[in-house]
């Protein structure tokens, strides 16, 4: 299978591989996918005042899990926490050019993301988590 | 060294040269039908037909008029199974097979069930290797035919065929094996086997695509066909249509060098494989061969690489030629059904690669397939999660995964 040159530069040059310390304040963590399914992907941020000032994933998958988890982490840094709810998966999708059997690769980075950001907000306000849930539900 | 370095000989192996040079007359002044019984060109092209069947049927030790030229294996498979069920139908409707065995037997053997053939699927054990006391405890008296190949196409297993073959006799039940992996790269006896009816194919032994033979056993008992191809009855009936003199040629011409040079060949070509596995498994931690330590084909290595997917270290390796059993790319994201079958765990599946040397595979070429597996398992474990937890000491098997 041909790889578009943007997913051969992530995997060969992956932006911001590594951890932070979870328990770190102002990280949230998010961890998706299982290893028997093929993929899984660990997104951490990190944020102060309400903006993503760092971000670090790993992954274990195929070259196109690796870039579009690399991608989000670029993608997060400067973000707000608001603006990064709104990265949808057909974005990493468009960036990387993947063919329509590696889209599960950008919605699982889809995914990761959201777990980072609910981590964060549940770690920086644990009463009101019940209640954000709820309205953005209701939205 | 020329790269792209090509490790992939189970999937296909290059035609000699020798074996073109063989070729090349019968395509242009050497064109005549083998069929064609009243003139000079037709005896000629039947003249190289009849000394390629000769040394095909002596590389297996059957007699010439027991090879039925074919496409290929997977077309071997087919004639074999659906023809010898069509044929004995009426003795009784139940196969029995395994469940490793490839897609060119699995599938015709679901078509089978579509029509109410019942077919057992044996299991293997950890190495890959089917029981032949399973095979004895799994045949009743509508049982007519035994498919079993004799080297696995993924893990190089080499399973116990002349035990299976016995039973197959003692019970008078037909045997089938598809011997695609193994006629040509080691000794295969087909009276020594016990088999009826063997598939394989040229292209895997160093000659030309799109030929291939099904062995039926003529002599004690003699097997029956339905054929699947009717026309003008070439090969006894079995499989109408005009013979590809070139490739048939090709397919005499490789299987010769095959039976001069296997002998030291194997030799060779297993020391380069113990050398990668060695040096492979020197090199990083956490590496699991599959398949049988011993019993499997000399150019066979597959191993899976911990906390790292195949696909992804396909990539990292792009100019080496490999496979991997992991499914990422397939519409079902399902790993190896061959490694799933020996109880290897999912995740290891995924990280599997299967390693194929052959004839034309060099010291050097091996040296660097090791340096570029080892920098590329580095390289993405160093941004795996799954090996950092395993550092953590977290027990991976323990973790609640969020199953997508």
Known sequence: MAYSDKVIDHYNNPRNVGSFKKEEEGVGTGIVGAPECGDVMKLQIKVEQDTIVDARFKTFGCGSAIASSSLATEWLKGKTVHEAGAIKNTDIVQELNLPPVKIHCSVLAEDAIKAALNDYQKKADPASETEKTATSAGV | ?404
């Not at chain 2, 065995?101 to 299991?123: C, F, M, Q, W």
């Not at chain 2, 039926?216 to 499989?239: C, F, S, T, Y």
């Not at chain 2, 597959?302 to 397939?330: D, Q």
């Not at chain 2, 580095?378 to 090996?387: D, E, F, G, I, T």
């Open chain 2, 1 to 404: 060294m020329k790269l792209p370095v090509y490790m992939d000989n189970h999937s296909t192996t290059p035609c000699d040269a020798r074996v073109v040079t063989a070729m090349l007359p019968y395509f242009t002044e050497k064109f005549g039908n083998a069929a064609s019984r009243n003139h000079a060109f037709g005896w000629e092209a039947e003249e190289a037909v009849d000394q390629a069947r000769k040394h095909i049927a002596r590389l297996i030790n059957a007699d010439a008029k027991e090879i039925v030229f074919t496409s290929g294996a997977t077309e071997s498979d087919n004639l074999a199974l659906k023809g010898v069920v069509e044929m004995y139908k009426e003795k009784g409707d139940h196969i029995i097979t395994c469940s490793t065995e490839h897609r060119a037997v699995i599938d015709p053997a679901k078509s089978l069930e579509k029509k109410g053939i019942r077919v057992t699927y044996l299991p293997v054990d950890k190495t890959g290797m089917v029981d032949p006391d399973d095979v004895r405890n799994a045949i009743t008296d509508k049982t007519i035919l035994i498919s079993i190949m004799l080297a696995s196409n993924e893990i190089g297993t080499i399973h116990p065929v002349n035990a299976i073959g016995k039973i197959a006799k003692d019970k008078g039940v037909l045997f089938h094996c598809d011997a695609t992996q193994g006629v040509g790269k080691i000794p295969v006896d087909v009276q020594a086997m016990g088999v009826d009816l063997m598939s394989f194919t040229a292209h895997k032994l160093y000659g030309p695509k799109g030929i291939g033979a099904l062995y039926v056993r003529r002599k004690a008992p003699r097997v029956r066909l339905v054929p699947m191809i009717d026309g003008g009855g070439h090969e006894r009936g079995m499989r109408s249509g005009t013979l590809p003199v070139p490739l048939v040629v090709g397919f005499g011409k490789a299987v010769e060098l095959c039976a001069q040079e296997m002998s030291t060949e194997s030799v060779r070509i297993q020391g380069l494989r113990d050398h990668l596995q060695d040096g492979i498994m020197g090199a990083l931690e956490e590496v699991y061969l599959n398949g049988h330590p011993t019993d499997r084909l000399p150019g066979n290595l597959n191993v899976s690489f911990a906390y790292v997917e195949g696909e992804a270290l396909l990539m990292g390796v792009k100019e080496i030629a490999l496979s991997s059993g992991s499914a990422c790319t397939s519409a079902t994201l399902e790993p190896s059904y061959v490694l799933r079958a020996l109880g290897v765990g999912s995740d290891l599946a995924h990280s599997s690669i299967r390693f194929g040397l052959g004839r034309f595979t060099t010291l050097e070429e091996v040296d660097y397939t090791i340096d570029r597996m080892m920098k590329a398992v580095n390289h993405l474990r160093a941004m795996s999660p799954l090996y950092e937890m395993a550092r953590e000491g977290v027990d991976l098997k323990s973790v609640q995964w969020a199953t997508h």
